[in-house]
């Protein structure tokens, strides 16, 4: 699986292409983003159509990280309840982050609509379904939360759920109509070639390994050559690699495994997620549900696919497709890949200011779509205008987890036995 790209569904069937260049020369930029996800991409093309000169370096390609790996679930808000956003981040911060992701969707096909980006945008909602009655009195709890501070969320019963996802397996679902799915991968690009027509250089193969500030100015050092820049924004999230002069990202790195179908046969394709949205479980080990424009059916969940424990996995997603669509049982799966998602300690991004104008972003702990949308333009704005307060939180100067190898290898084993005893997946 990680020998072949076309494994990875979103690089098989992307349509947005994008042509760069390796950084093979010096220069001096207004803004120098590290990394070229949705977060990184989504920045320089803020700062780019505002005129401000800019520069991405990737250190793969655009979209190698999470971005291009992601589920594709364009979700309002956070993983977390609304109360528990208020809880973390206090009444204050916590309602204007509440506001301003739950605006995130929009944002992002916003975007889309105005730059034609060719990302199977499809903004039909999403359902968060309850895989237990446990499930459903959390969904109740965060309808309940949800439509106090604003949110038109519909709590659906059984019967409605098995209609809208052609299952019977859930005891119902919260339906968010502001949400959807894109293609992640094709998103990404889009997002970076946008960046290019608005005048930012985005170079692909260049990673960054070394960063220092001097007399006003970050010199930052790639393939051999220097950029110096007023503002810096650091941008890998779950994918950063060490770099002399510069913090690294503390998170939790947890893995999630994505297996795709061939397409559903036609009778199959009218009756299992006929609306298209995007689902994913209350399970404590989260599973994902999805289709994409081709038809196909893709089944996720918490686990390296790729590691140890890939054959358990592999074996749950078999077991988990069979009980909730008996017939597609022996459908095969054609793709299967994985991603890092960036987990934080209380499921809250981080705005680290490290520097002088500079920011490192992370921690969307598997919501990355829209919040990196939004953080990304905001932090265009904060730092080509000495606005930290553009930010959806308050910067904070250093940030930091403990244990993070032991609570990685927690969260794999924890993924494994699930995964390994759970006779209906």
């Known amino acids: 699986m990680t020998s072949d790209p076309q494994a990875n569904l979103w690089r098989a069937s992307a349509q947005e292409r994008i042509d760069t260049a390796r ?6 930029t ?14 320089a093309l803020e700062a780019a159509r505002a005129g401000a000169s800019v520069t991405l370096l990737e250190a793969n390609t655009i ?32 309602t204007r982050l509440l506001t301003e992701l739950g605006q995130g969707p929009q944002a992002v096909y916003d975007i889309i609509a105005r730059e034609g980006i060719d990302c199977e945008a499809t903004r ?7 895989h237990a009655p446990s499930g459903l009195r959390d969904l109740e709890n965060r309808y309940r939360q949800g439509n106090r501070t604003g949110a038109p969320l519909q709590l659906l019963d059984a019967a409605e759920t098995a209609r809208r996802t052609g299952s019977t397996a859930f005891h119902g679902a919260l339906f968010d109509p502001r949400a959807g799915t894109i293609q992640p991968l094709a998103y990404a690009r889009g997002l970076a070639r946008a960046a290019m027509r608005a005048g ?46 510069a913090p690294l990202p503390r998170f939790v790195p947890v893995s999630f ?23 994913w479980d209350t399970a404590m080990v989260m599973s994902s549900l999805r289709i994409d424009a081709a038809g196909r059916l893709i ?17 749950w997603a078999r077991r988990k497709l069979r009980a909730l669509y008996p017939e597609l049982g022996a459908l095969p799966f054609e793709h299967v890949w994985r991603g890092s998602i960036a987990m934080t300690s209380d499921h809250i991004p981080k705005a680290v200011a490290f520097g002088p104008n500079a920011l490192s972003i992370f921690g969307y702990s598997g919501r990355g779509i829209a919040p990196g949308t939004v953080f990304g333009r905001a932090a265009a704005t904060a730092l080509l205008n000495g606005t930290p307060e553009a930010l959806p939180l308050p910067p904070i100067q250093t940030y930091t987890e403990r244990f993070t190898v032991l609570r990685e290898a927690y969260y794999e084993l924890g993924a494994a036995l699930t995964h390994a005893t759970r006779s209906r997946g």
């Open 200 to 245: 930012a250089r985005v170079h692909e193969g260049s990673a960054v390994t070394a960063i220092a500030h001097s007399d006003g100015v970050w010199r930052v050092r790639a393939n051999g050559h220097e950029i110096r820049a007023r503002a810096l924004l650091l941008a890998t999230n779950a994918y950063c690699e060490a770099i002399t002069g």
């Open 30 to 43: 207004d803004l120098l983003v590290v990394g070229g996800g949705f977060t990184g991409c989504s920045a």
């Open 257 to 279: 495994s994505q297996f795709a179908t061939a397409p559903l046969p036609e009778e199959q394709r009218a009756r299992i997620l006929p609306g298209g949205e995007g689902c």
């Open 23 to 28: 950084l093979s020369g010096d220069a001096a």
């Open 299 to 315: 089944v996720g969940g918490i686990g390296n696919a790729e590691g140890a424990g890939g054959k358990i996995h592999a074996s």
């Open 63 to 94: 979209g190698h990280g999470g971005s291009g790996r992601n589920v594709g679930l364009v979700n309002a808000g956070l993983w977390l309840a609304p109360d528990d956003v208020l809880a973390a981040a206090g009444q204050t911060d916590g």
């Open 124 to 130: 039909n909602g999403t359902l968060h379904l309850a």
